[in-house]
């Protein structure tokens, strides 16, 4: 009977020590960082396909990577340049009775644009998600929404905000696999290299 037992102490700890192991190696699997990925190791006969891929993998992937960071630090990982943004979200506080004034939410920091005015169902972008958000009303003094441009006075309200979190445009895959699927991207290429 002691023996029984004793087999039956030994198998249950065996396997108590065994699912113990694996949460260590999967939580270490899980804690791994990323790296970050040039758009040169994204290689395909696609150049659109390259770069969404990069986007991807690099700005929604990879988003906890850049939690706690500068918005300066992703706009130097964006790798091309920002040319200006696609749009901005504002933060507003639901019944406010105290006149808690309006935060910049984010900003979608666009990289190429496809159609005669930015759209975020197309364009290729980044987002930033801020910790603090600033007042809004502060960002639209130094923000031209008509022509949208990132100008150094909005480089020099933008660069030093903390980052929460950042993702690419949530449409790429979608757009990405709809191409593939109707065989249409390098057709679209095509048009791209002829404009």
Known sequence: MKTIQFILFTVFLNLSVGQIQAQIKTQE??????????????KSNAQISDTLQ???YNFSER????????VSDVINDI?????????YAV???LHNVDNTPDKL???SLGIKQFDTVPSPLSDYYVTIIFIDPPKIDDFLKVFDFKNRKITPDVYEFIKDMEVSAVTSNPYIPVKREKLKK???INELLKEKENE
């Open 182 to 184: 109707e065989g249409k």
């Open 105 to 107: 939410g984010s900003l």
């Open 79 to 87: 790798g091309f340049p920002v040319n200006y943004i696609v749009e």
């Open 91 to 93: 933060v507003s506080v």
């Open 63 to 70: 988003q906890n990577q850049y939690q706690g960071k500068k």
């Open 54 to 56: 990069y986007l991807e």
């Open 29 to 42: 699997e899980v804690q791994k960082p990323l790296r970050y990925k040039s758009l040169s190791s994204f």
